[in-house]
């Protein structure tokens, strides 16, 4: 099958290790596999907050990890929603081919409101699963590496896929989910990793500070390591990160650590993810911003040129091009 990749991520941070066993890795190999757009969703940014924040330091950011990991830009395109003007235009035929009571009902979009801090929840909070049709369908992606919460989204661009091709003829494919196959990994503190938690360990910091956040991670008092995910999660948290990094299994490990306890598996875990970490971090520090941001100006010039060609078939399909 011959297929198109296309995934992306919100420029709010810094990527993790959550983000590079969940899918980054994924990455790294489907790019000699497949043609692959990676999409900096920088419009996506303000779907729960109020302002862009610290936008173009975050997308540096992620330019520099993207690259430190070996996304290579002769095979991807790296691009970004705002850059883009074509694929942002599809929003609105694709908008038409739903309904208000559907936009209401996407799980993800509940969970987000829930979460937010925000006063009023606005529009592109409940329009922009339609949006992201539009990044995966201005260049007709057929394979989207995303984890779970995702999925609605995904069923949503299939419904705009087939909503289009019904009334205007066959022009979309119908994209497929990819779920990483990799152990969900948790933050230091058992919860959920993420940045704004401050228990995740990003590509980016340094050996000290990797250190110190696995030295404050929960642990139990029990001193024989064993892997037990039901009765001891925080413990087998920190196994699977480590055995990740080592390319060992976690039971493997905790027989290892045996009776050396917390402190001896922190040790490990510390070393595992530093060594592991160490090219990345290297890489990251050689590449210049300048360097980072020619190779996201060339991503948007080839994005754009693909994003043309579907809103001009789009436009056809509908008879909206004068002749
Ligand atoms: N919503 C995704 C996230 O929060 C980011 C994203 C935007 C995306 N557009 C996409 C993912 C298109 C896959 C395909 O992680």
């Known amino acids: 099958m011959n297929h198109v990749v296309l995934t992306g991520d919100r420029p709010t941070g810094p990527l993790h290790l959550g983000h590079y066993f969940g899918t980054l890795a994924n990455r790294v190999a489907l790019q000699d596999v497949h043609p692959m757009y990676v999409l900096i969703a920088d419009y996506q940014v303000i779907t729960d907050r109020d302002r862009p924040g610290e936008i173009q330091r975050n997308i540096t950011g992620l330019l520099l990890d993207y690259l430190a990991i070996g996304l290579d830009p002769a095979k991807v395109t790296i691009f970004q929603h705002s850059a883009v003007p074509e694929l942002n235009q599809l929003l609105l035929p694709f908008l038409s081919l739903v309904s208000v009571a559907e936009l209401g009902r996407n799980p993800t979009v509940k969970d987000e409101i829930a979460h937010s801090k925000q006063q009023a929840v606005n ?34 661009t299939r419904l705009v896929a087939r909503r289009f091709n019904e009334r205007y003829g066959p022009v979309f494919p119908l994209p497929e989910a990819m779920m990483g196959a990799r152990p969900l990994l948790n933050g230091l503190d058992g919860g959920k990793m993420s940045k704004s938690r ?30 037990d995910e039901t009765r001891r999660p925080e413990v087998a948290n920190l196994l699977t990160l480590a055995a990740l990094c080592l390319g060992r299994t976690p039971q493997d490990l905790a027989d290892e650590i045996g009776h050396g ?24 520090s050689e590449i210049g911003e300048a360097e980072a941001r020619a190779v996201l100006a060339a991503g948007n010039e080839r994005a754009r040129e693909r994003a043309v060609l579907t809103l001009d078939e789009v436009r056809g399909a509908m008879a909206m091009t004068a002749a």
Do not use: W
């Open 198 to 227: 401050g228990n995740a360990i990003t590509l980016s910091a340094t050996e000290d500070e990797t250190a110190a956040l696995i030295r404050k991670a929960r642990t139990d008092s029990e001193r024989l390591v064993t892997f």
């Open 123 to 156: 529009g592109l909070m409940f329009t922009y699963p339609v949006h992201q049709a539009a990044d995966i369908l201005f260049c007709k992606g057929t394979l989207v590496p995303v984890g779970k919460d995702q999925l609605p989204h995904l069923e949503l």
């Open 261 to 284: 306890g917390a402190a001896t598996l922190k040790r490990v875990v510390t070393e595992a993810v530093n060594e592991f970490l160490r090219p990345i971090r290297r890489r990251r």
